[in-house]
């Protein structure tokens, strides 16, 4: 049983802009339509957001650059830009 301090995220869309998000999440809730070798190579393109290294083993990143960036893309598919 959860406590009312213990809320539970189950959506991106619940996610406030300051908080982390890791790439199995960004995967698991198809926020982009991208395989993991597509979504690295879009980063090391500076194509997507930069992540943040959190620590050893862990990067994230930033929810508000990743809406942004969906932002950014849904805006350039409604103009007939492909990217």
Request: net charge positive; proline share 5%.
């Amino acid at each position: 049983m959860h406590t009312a301090k213990q809320k539970v995220l189950a959506r991106f869309e619940d996610l406030p802009d300051e908080a982390l998000i890791r790439l199995s999440q960004i995967l698991a809730w198809h926020i982009v339509p991208y395989s993991t070798s597509t979504f690295w190579r879009r980063c090391r393109n500076n194509e997507f957001p930069r992540p943040i290294k959190v620590s050893t083993g862990i990067t994230a990143w930033r929810v508000g650059e990743v809406r942004q960036y969906l932002a950014q893309v849904g805006r350039n598919a409604r103009g007939g830009i492909a990217s």
